[in-house]
């Protein structure tokens, strides 16, 4: 049985993401330890979800403390000490939802993942009745959002004088962005603030089209940067005062340079993901600092493999893919809420201009081939095979998906979406246009190809 993708359990709730996927997921979580929080979205779907994953958890003997709606980044937070489930489905439609499982702090790993897919499929007996669990509320924002506040405050300088406007979406973000930037002093204006779970404002996925709204706002209200989030609040885009997006490996690049540079390590790391562009290799370089990669949606799986192969001076400074950024100083989980934090006084030593300045902006593009799930291994595998022969001039690696790099520095990448039908493209080039249309021919006859494989 295969659950979960690059990012939890996803999937729609009448179908995939069931109340009784919920209560095994539960009760197979259980066995992994004593104590657990539980914390949910906005959705329409995620308290009932909250309630099926409690009660799994609690007849498999666990003590569980629900701390209602909250930011994912919250939850994880709250984590830390035990074990923690998070009903969201982040940036996906209204009518998904999604089950993520934390220890202590941070995602579990693949293997940990492994393991309750093994136990949901047996699906074994609830504990004896004398052995259930208890359940207790508890609230966890006030020191979720403390503990943020601390943190951002040891980065970059106050920003009184910076206006900073915040597109919640409707979700997650509207209990916690906006109240930290107002503690660390910035004007905030928010948009979108209230928390609903139809999302109806725009989609929950904050891209430069969901964002139109908001980037009009930005540019016409004299505000110096925007931030939107999606339902979760893992994720973070970045607008420019003129209303434009900011490409979100710029924003990571512009991070993972000042961590490195704020380090004391002898060998500072950013740990990064294939998709990832070489803009961040650049300025993590300029910085002496050096830049790994691991599959995407396993960013803590990386951060743990560098910590362990790294010598005495090695610290991984910074972990991202894009939209998606760990600060491993604050924590272990993805945190949109801390970037937002971060950038802000970031933005108030030195503006997102000047900053952006120093990015080198390579054309970057990425696309979607629609691709039925059950049939990405076999259109992987035919793109593995062709895809090399269509470029024999360049480099090729497969250890996260079908990678190929050019003499020029330029790159691509195939790879199945873990969340989504879709086989995903990227591709970095000063001819970025031509390599993206040669790829996704590659593609799409592999896809077809697939129906028969």
């Given amino acids: ?7 939890g359990i996803r999937g729609d709730v009448v179908e995939r993401v069931t109340p009784d996927l919920a209560l095994r997921v539960g009760r197979a979580a259980g066995r992994d330890g004593e104590a657990f929080v539980v914390g949910h979205d906005g959705r329409t779907s995620s308290p009932a979800l909250a309630d099926a994953v409690a009660a799994g958890l609690q007849s ?7 701390v209602g709606s909250v930011p994912t980044p919250a939850l994880a937070h709250a984590s830390r000490g035990r074990r923690g489930v998070m ?10 939802n999604g ?14 993942e492994r393991t309750i897919e093994e136990r949901v499929e047996r699906d074994g007996p609830a504990a004896e009745w004398r052995s259930w669990g208890t359940s207790e509320r508890a609230e966890t924002l006030p020191t979720y959002h403390a503990t943020v506040t601390d943190y951002a405050r040891g980065h970059g300088a106050s920003p009184d004088d910076l206006t900073v406007a915040v597109d919640c979406g409707n979700g997650m973000a509207g209990v916690a962005t906006p109240q930290v930037l107002r503690s660390l002093g910035a004007d905030v204006r928010t948009t979108e603030a209230n928390v609903d779970g139809f999302f109806p404002a725009r989609e929950s996925k904050p891209t430069a089209e969901t964002l139109s709204t908001f980037r009009r706002f930005v540019a016409s209200t004299g505000v110096d940067v925007g931030i939107g989030h999606d339902g979760d ?9 003129d209303g434009s997006v900011v490409h979100e490996d710029t924003v990571l690049a512009m991070l993972a340079e000042h ?26 370089a300029a910085a002496d600092g050096r830049v790994e990669r691991v599959r995407l949606g396993a960013l ?24 998606k950024h760990i600060h491993p100083a604050l924590g272990g989980w993805i945190d949109g809420v801390a970037s937002a934090a971060v950038l802000t006084r970031l933005f108030a030593a030195e503006s997102l201009a000047d900053r952006r300045a120093a990015v080198t902006e390579r054309p970057y593009r990425k696309e979607s081939v629609e691709c039925p799930d059950d049939r990405k291994a076999a259109a992987m595998d035919r793109v593995a095979a062709t895809l090399p022969d269509r470029f024999p001039e360049a480099t090729v690696a497969t250890e996260y998906g079908v990678r190929l790099s050019f003499p020029d520095d330029a790159w691509t990448l195939v790879r199945p979406s873990g969340t989504e039908p879709y086989v995903r493209i990227y591709a970095e080039s000063d001819d970025v246009d031509d390599l ?14 697939s129906v028969t494989a």
């Fill in 60 to 66: 498999a003997g666990v003590t569980v403390t629900r």
């Fill in 87 to 96: 009903l969201t489905a982040s940036h996906n439609p209204p009518a998904d």
């Fill in 436 to 449: 993206i249309a040669a790829v996704r021919q590659v593609v799409r006859e592999a896809v077809e190809g």
């Fill in 300 to 323: 803590h799986e990386g951060v743990a493999r560098e910590r362990a192969a790294g010598g005495e001076g090695t610290a991984v400074v910074f972990a991202a893919e894009p939209w």
């Fill in 99 to 112: 089950i993520k499982l934390f220890v202590d702090g941070r995602e579990y790993d693949r293997e940990a």
């Fill in 1 to 7: 049985m295969e659950l979960f993708g690059t990012a």
């Fill in 233 to 241: 609040a893992d994720r973070i885009v970045v607008v420019d005062g």
């Fill in 259 to 284: 961590y490195v540079r704020a380090s004391d390590a002898a060998d500072p790391v950013v740990v990064t993901t294939p998709n990832a562009s070489g803009r961040i290799d650049e300025r993590v």
